[in-house]
């Protein structure tokens, strides 16, 4: 995700927290729950389900909100994941934010 929809690099650790954090809030946690990884004081990110549906194409979805501060700049990802086997969560949609606003 990050530099394709304009979030910042991060480094292999940051998205190996990132990832194991978004994978165990969107199995574990209760909507509004956030679930919060650091890489340094100066790159953290927080993670939180919003709702839970069960799709009768895709399963059980949920959307989500994730936040990324970076430095002195905030980016907002909000997305909907469906979960798969494994079990494991697969992002259907995603959209970017910066204070500014929506991401190109």
């Known amino acids: 995700m990050p530099g394709q929809i304009g ?15 978004w994978q165990q809030a969107m199995e ?15 790159l953290r990110g927080s993670i939180a389900p919003i709702e839970t549906v069960n799709s009768t194409t895709e399963g059980w979805c949920r959307d989500y909100e994730e936040v990324i501060a970076a430095a002195d700049k905030r980016y907002r990802v909000v997305g909907i994941a469906c979960r798969k086997p494994g079990p494991r969560w697969l ?13 190109p």
């Open 91 to 103: 992002v259907l949609d995603v959209r970017a934010f910066n204070e500014a606003g929506l991401v």
């Open 7 to 21: 979030l910042p690099a991060l480094s292999e650790r940051a998205q190996a927290l990132r990832f194991a954090t």
């Open 28 to 42: 574990r946690n209760v909507s509004g729950q956030t679930a919060s990884w650091t890489d340094s004081s100066q």
